[in-house]
């Protein structure tokens, strides 16, 4: 996994980090996205945990990048 740098977080290049990372993951359920198994309920839960987690876990990024670039 890719780690995001001082150096990244000075020069700009965070949005690009960013979206190296994400670009790096394979989330489990992209294949049940992209295919008709997939229903309306099973996408409702897998959603509400992504907000879930989203919501948890969003300020303490917020909190490690603002310790970076401090």
Known sequence: ???L???DLKSGGL???L???MD???H???DHLNSPPATRAQLLVHF???WEVYVRDFPLFLRRV???SA
């Open 19 to 21: 979206l190296r990372l």
């Open 48 to 50: 509400q945990q992504e």
């Open 28 to 30: 489990w359920f992209w």
């Open 5 to 7: 740098t001082g150096r």
């Open 66 to 68: 603002h310790d970076r």
């Open 1 to 3: 996994m890719e780690t």
């Open 24 to 26: 790096s993951k394979h």
């Open 15 to 17: 949005l690009e980090s």
